[in-house]
């Protein structure tokens, strides 16, 4: 009788959790699906209904131009900020707890300031008139100007500049959960600090170094600011052709074709990341 009494009390608590998850499935659909489904439309259906703009797409050498060099952006600024990082997370994560949330406070605050003001900024510091180049050839290290903006140097530099808090956060975590015991009983057992921390603290540290990668380079894909303002127009990359072919050109179906083809990218190497590392492990998990 209690068996049953306990399978009927589950039985009528599923409404109950169901309608819980109701209003979370409803605005994943209003602002996810809606607008992808939308969007898929738009782009077999104008000008007129087929495959023509996804012909277009991976027919025309500049369009794949541009697929190329937005991946090769996101992977660059992805592996610099990876090694940037790094030495930023671990120093937090092993200094006393008072500076580091003083340090982690200043990194929180460059996340606060507005994305344009930070990109203007780099654009008057990496200028061929720019205090950089200035400074450089004060101290007599570099004769002439070095071309700083308008290339995927300067693109690479704002970039990881912007990106850097969003790879520090989830190492930070990953680090400080590592037991320095670890390192110690390996400096021990005669280990060289390059091969305790290639052989140990990089191992362990991997999760935070996956799950931070993933947010950079999917964030890197889609960025459209930066890259357009210290890029230019032989960087440019899929957003910045994607906003040119709806405002500009005002072809809703290929640009809808173009901003499928790279949600549909970022959804597979997403995938291939759960795939690979594990979705426990890619929260942090153990």
């Known amino acids: 009788m209690s068996g049953k009494s306990r399978q009927g009390s ?50 025309d050498s500049t369009y794949m131009r ?26 937090l994560a092993i200094m006393p707890p008072a500076l580091g949330s003083i340090v982690f406070g200043v990194i929180i605050l460059s996340m606060w300031t507005n994305l344009l003001t930070r990109t203007y900024a780099w654009m008057v510091l990496l200028q061929r008139t720019g ?22 140097t300067g693109v ?18 990953t ?12 400096a021990l057992c005669g280990a060289s600090p390059f091969a305790a921390f290639r052989r140990i603290l990089l191992p362990l540290s991997l999760p935070g ?7 950079v ?12 303002l210290l890029g230019g127009t032989a960087n440019m990359m899929l957003a910045e052709m994607i906003a040119q072919m709806i405002q500009s050109l005002l072809n809703w179906g290929l640009g809808s074709a173009a901003a499928f083809v ?5 959804m597979a190497l997403y995938a291939v990341q759960l795939r690979i590392v594990g979705a426990k492990r890619l929260a942090g998990g153990v």
């Open 262 to 266: 790279l949600l549909v990218f970022t």
């Open 66 to 91: 541009v697929f190329f060099n937005t991946f090769l952006v996101a992977s660059v600024v992805t592996a610099v900020t990876i090694v940037v990082a790094f030495p930023v997370a671990w120093m």
């Open 175 to 186: 680090l400080r959960a590592i037991d320095p015991m670890t390192l110690r009983a390996a």
């Open 156 to 173: 690479t530099i704002g970039m990881v500049y912007i990106m850097l808090p969003f790879m520090i956060l989830p190492l930070v975590g």
């Open 131 to 152: 205090v950089i180049n200035r400074t450089l050839m004060s101290l007599g290290i570099i004769d002439e100007p070095l071309p700083l903006i308008n290339n995927l």
């Open 10 to 59: 589950s039985v009528l608590r599923l409404p109950t959790d169901a309608a819980g998850a109701l209003p979370a499935v409803i605005l994943v659909a209003f602002f996810f699906i809606v607008p992808v489904v939308g969007l898929l439309l738009r782009s077999v259906t104008e000008p007129t209904p087929g495959l023509e703009n996804y012909a277009a797409l991976f027919g």
């Open 217 to 228: 380079f999917v964030m890197s894909l889609g960025y459209f600011v930066t890259p357009a």
């Open 209 to 215: 170094i996956a799950a931070g990668g993933l947010m």
